[in-house]
Nanobody, 125 residues
């Protein structure tokens, strides 16, 4: 059974920054693609960013590219999302997720235990 601990969410003003952290146990964290997704009220969950197992490859959605940075520390089984220049439209529940071993697939999404519990990010204008 996968256990997740997400933190770092909260309230920020537009133009501000937040850093999300997500730790996972019960999986081979260091060998897996890891990612972040988000779900805004009334909308479907969407991809935000992912990072390959060895951190060599990162991918971002067009809406966050240049503002958000994903990173990981395999020694701590933790993945991070640094969010800068926040906008009100970034308001959502942010979920970390575990993907396939190695490199991240295109258009991937995990199932079941491979989703974190989510952390709320609210950006005020």
């Amino acid at each position: 059974q996968v256990q997740w601990v997400e933190s770092g969410g909260g309230l920020a003003q537009a133009g501000g920054s937040l850093r999300l952290s997500c730790s996972a146990s019960g999986i081979t964290f260091s060998s897996r693609c890891m990612g972040w997704f988000r779900q805004a009220p009334g909308k479907e969950r969407e991809f935000v960013a992912d990072i390959s197992a060895g951190s060599s490859t990162t991918t971002y959605s067009a809406s966050v590219k240049g503002r958000f940075t994903i990173s990981r520390d395999n020694a701590k089984n933790t993945v991070y999302l640094q969010m800068n220049s926040l906008k009100p439209e970034d308001t959502a529940v942010y979920y970390c997720a575990a993907g396939s071993p190695g490199y991240c697939s295109t258009n991937w999404a995990p199932s079941g235990d491979y989703w974190g519990q989510g952390t709320q990010v609210t950006v005020s204008s």
